[in-house]
């Protein structure tokens, strides 16, 4: 995602305060004089925000200040020259088992009294099809009533006890993964109450007749208003079209179709055959010792039954030529998706540092800052789209790779031409040394930031115990970054890349490729 930096109006604001503040200084002389070191740098401030008035340096003195000159006493600091390369420390893991067998992975953090637990199941929408035949929406419909009561507490009941707490207690339903997960603060006081609530939802739901009718009546509401987003409609039609019969193909919320002939039972036998110890994971950080996150562990997996581990879902097939699918839809705006079938969850060294290798390349093509190549050439330089970026979804399954962007209808086109231009040039010629080194220290030095919270680092280890990473995962995401070759990356980017091959998904009033299929008409004449 783009980060939000656009603080400039109110830095102006600020600096408009600043040249305020300079004007008054100059204008009163019962104030006493500013030291020369002080008045250079507001003259500076005044210079830049281009105020119509007169320095304070023009004050003291008619010498012109060249606010351009580089300060010169940054050449003073001596500080700078014991300037060391940033040193990470990763979070110190610990793992271990509960006597049913479900691997944990644990964080101690004492800064907050705050817990995080994670419980994470093999057991996401991709599994729908084998409680019913096109049961698309079970998993999701599961997730959603767990929240929704126990045998021990009723929908209201069950409400009133989280907020009570002041607990985050919540389940959702991925295409992979099953997540249940817990923020309460970390006292026994809070705790315990809140652990015992998770364990009725996983363990005990009702999965009320009315509650389900009611959900199904919302839900089929948000499925007709989605049909109103162009997103919404790309996303569905471009899994559909890469993945065919394949598990990933379908929504995991399900289908007009689906959702109102989704059961009781059919939930009863999502949870009965997935939620369970042979198909579980848990993730825990917070102000807990290793003691205490045993017992915990112990506590939310012991009334899981012991199940078996959900099969290996099969491989999906990749696009043998392009694909070109267009959605007419009354707008102004086109929203484009175009990629290909992207890799799997990489667990060993060889594949993971693929993985990186290919991550390094893209982000110089297509990452969401201004600098990535497909950003300056489709935004910058032909002023097409406001933004565009790509990114690799790896899942237990080989996920997919998108590139995505809207522009205007009479543009589409032109800046899918743009865009294949940008991706075929870069896999022909490569990235630069410059340009990898730059996103190789932006990686190691943003990397950090993934577990500067106790949500950050619980969401780490709840992502490499899902896909049994091993524990100097996060260690050596680093090193990684380090072996990291120019040849390589360009090499990685050949082979994963086929811009030949692309399935093209638009949604938008014209249809893009309607004027070539009309040409080619004419030609054959």
């Given amino acids: 995602m783009i980060q939000n930096k656009y603080d400039s109006k109110a830095k102006q604001e600020s600096f408009k305060d600043a040249s305020s503040s300079i004007r008054s200084t100059i204008a009163s002389k019962k104030r006493s004089y500013l030291s020369a070191s002080v008045i250079f740098a507001f003259s500076v401030l005044a210079t830049t925000t281009q105020a119509n008035t007169t320095t304070a340096e023009d004050y003291r003195s008619p010498a012109a200040v060249d606010a351009s000159a580089p300060i010169a006493a940054l050449s003073k600091l001596t500080s700078l020259d014991d300037d060391k390369p940033l040193k990470v420390t990763v979070p110190t893991i610990q793992q271990f088992k509960t006597k049913s067998g479900v691997p944990v992975m644990f964080v101690q953090t004492t800064t907050l009294p705050?817990?995080?637990?994670?419980?994470r199941f093999n057991a996401g929408s991709a599994r729908d099809g084998s409680i019913k035949k096109d049961g698309f929406g079970i998993a999701n419909m599961t997730a959603t009533m767990l929240e929704q009561g126990s045998k021990s507490l009723d929908e209201n009941a069950f409400t009133r006890a989280v907020e009570t707490l002041g607990i985050n207690l919540s389940s959702s339903a991925y295409k992979d993964m099953f997540i249940v997960s817990l923020r309460s603060l970390s006292d026994d006081k809070h705790l315990l109450p809140a652990i015992d609530l998770m364990?009725?939802?996983?363990?005990?739901?009702?999965?009320?007749?009315?509650?389900?009718?009611?959900?199904?009546?919302?839900?089929?509401?948000?499925?007709q208003q989605?049909?109103?987003?162009?997103?919404?409609?790309?996303?569905?039609?471009?899994?559909?079209?890469?993945?065919?019969?394949?598990?990933?193909?379908?929504?995991?919320?399900?289908t007009l179709e689906s959702v109102p002939?989704?059961?009781?039972?059919?939930?009863?036998?999502?949870?009965?055959?997935?939620?369970?110890?042979?198909?579980?994971?848990v993730a825990m950080t917070g102000n807990l010792t290793l003691d205490q996150a045993k017992k915990l562990a112990e506590d939310i997996t012991a009334k899981l039954p012991t199940g078996q581990a959900a099969t290996d879902l099969p491989e999906p097939k990749p696009l043998t030529q392009a694909q070109h699918v267009h959605i007419p839809f009354p707008s102004t705006q086109t929203t484009v998706?175009?990629?290909?079938?992207?890799?799997?969850?990489?667990?060993?060294?060889?594949?993971?540092?693929?993985?990186?290798?290919?991550?390094?390349?893209?982000?110089?093509?297509?990452?969401?800052?201004?600098?990535?190549?497909?950003?300056?050439?489709?935004?910058?330089?032909?002023g097409y789209t406001y933004g565009i970026s790509g990114s690799m979804n790896p899942m237990l399954s080989r996920g997919p790779y998108q590139i995505g962007f809207s522009t205007r209808n009479d543009r589409a086109r032109a800046a899918i031409d743009a865009s294949l231009a940008?991706?075929?040039?870069?896999?022909?010629?490569?990235?630069?040394?410059?340009?990898?080194?730059?996103?190789?220290?932006?990686?190691?030095?943003?990397?950090?930031?993934?577990?500067?919270?106790?949500?950050?680092?619980?969401?780490?280890?709840?992502?490499?115990?899902?896909?049994?990473?091993?524990?100097?995962?996060?260690a050596d995401y680093t090193n990684r970054i380090d072996q990291v070759t120019l040849s390589e990356v360009n090499q990685t980017m050949r082979d994963t890349l086929k811009p030949d091959n692309f399935l093209i998904v638009t949604v938008g009033q014209e249809d893009p490729w309607k004027e070539k299929q009309a040409v080619k008409k004419t030609s054959k004449k």
Avoid: C, W
């Avoid at 990629?339 to 993971?352: M, W």
């Fill in 226 to 254: 989605q049909k109103q987003d162009p997103n919404s409609l790309a996303s569905i039609a471009f899994n559909d079209a890469l993945y065919g019969t394949h598990p990933y193909a379908h929504p995991s919320v399900g």
């Fill in 114 to 119: 705050i817990v995080d637990v994670d419980l």
């Fill in 199 to 223: 364990t009725q939802m996983v363990s005990e739901p009702t999965f009320d007749e009315q509650v389900l009718a009611r959900n199904k009546a919302r839900l089929l509401v948000g499925l």
């Fill in 261 to 281: 002939t989704i059961e009781k039972q059919q939930l009863i036998d999502f949870k009965n055959k997935y939620l369970v110890a042979a198909n579980a994971s």
């Fill in 337 to 382: 998706l175009m990629g290909q079938l992207g890799s799997k969850r990489a667990t060993d060294p060889i594949a993971q540092q693929q993985q990186t290798n290919f991550a390094v390349g893209n982000e110089v093509m297509a990452g969401s800052d201004f600098n990535a190549r497909l950003m300056t050439e489709v935004r910058q330089n032909l």
């Fill in 422 to 474: 940008v991706i075929n040039e870069t896999l022909d010629k490569g990235i630069t040394n410059e340009e990898m080194r730059l996103t190789t220290d932006n990686l190691k030095n943003s990397f950090p930031m993934g577990f500067a919270s106790n949500a950050g680092i619980n969401g780490l280890l709840g992502m490499m115990n899902f896909y049994q990473l091993p524990n100097n995962y996060l």
